[in-house]
């Protein structure tokens, strides 16, 4: 087993926030959102303000990611690791992140297109950049729920490659982030 050195712990800790957030509030609510649409209006509204209210905050805290690793970059991937292995582990963060970017902000102008303003957990109002449109706000969904479909599939490609180096390479990788 090749010693494996660790991420600085701000990165650690963004990571597990950032992990915690999107798995347990943002996606369970934008799929109870989607296939489970609450028939009460008022705890419906309350579920979409939740939504995209995380939203917001997964949009900041990715920002903030992005400045902590260009100061505490990530430490090498193991060298016994295949070229093909390293090529997929870089392709899947940085589509991670990329999504992490782009889907507050096509779920926040989205919202926006519906003809809804956001207010942030109900005390903080972001002007809506654009106004009613219900066609853009077809295309925007459409892109939303595509996105959703693509980070649901690479967070589920990241989690097999911890499985993967966890249980079958046992390479200690997986200690890299705890």
């Known amino acids: 087993?090749?010693?494996?050195?660790?991420?600085?712990?701000?990165?650690?800790?963004?990571?597990?926030?950032m992990s915690a957030l999107v798995l347990l509030v943002v996606i369970?609510?934008?799929?109870?959102?989607?296939?489970?649409?609450?028939?009460?209006?008022?705890?419906?509204?309350?579920?979409?303000?939740?939504?995209?209210s995380c939203g917001v905050l997964v949009f900041v805290l990715v920002l903030i990611r992005i400045v902590n690793r260009r100061l505490n970059p990530p430490p090498p991937l193991p060298l016994d690791m295949p070229p093909w292995m390293r090529f997929v582990a870089h392709a899947n963060h940085i589509g991670l992140y990329v999504l992490l970017v782009l889907m507050p902000v096509i779920g926040f102008l989205a919202t926006n297109a519906w003809g809804f303003p956001l207010s942030v957990f109900n005390v903080l109002p972001i002007p809506s950049p654009v106004g009613k449109d219900e066609a853009l706000a077809?295309?925007?969904?459409?892109?939303?729920?595509?996105?959703?479909?693509?980070?649901?599939?690479?967070?589920?490609?990241?989690?097999?490659g911890v499985v993967h180096h966890t249980?079958?390479?046992?390479?200690?990788?997986?200690?890299?982030m705890l």
């Not at 959102?33 to 009460?40: L, M, S, V």
């Not at 077809?138 to 097999?160: N, R, Y």
């Open 138 to 160: 077809k295309v925007l969904s459409f892109l939303h729920l595509c996105g959703a479909i693509a980070i649901g599939l690479m967070i589920l490609g990241h989690l097999a």
């Open 167 to 176: 249980f079958i390479r046992r390479d200690g990788l997986l200690r890299r």
């Open 1 to 17: 087993m090749t010693p494996v050195s660790r991420y600085a712990a701000s990165s650690r800790w963004l990571h597990w926030l």
């Open 28 to 52: 369970p609510a934008g799929i109870w959102i989607a296939f489970f649409e609450p028939a009460d209006e008022a705890f419906k509204m309350r579920l979409y303000n939740v939504h995209e």
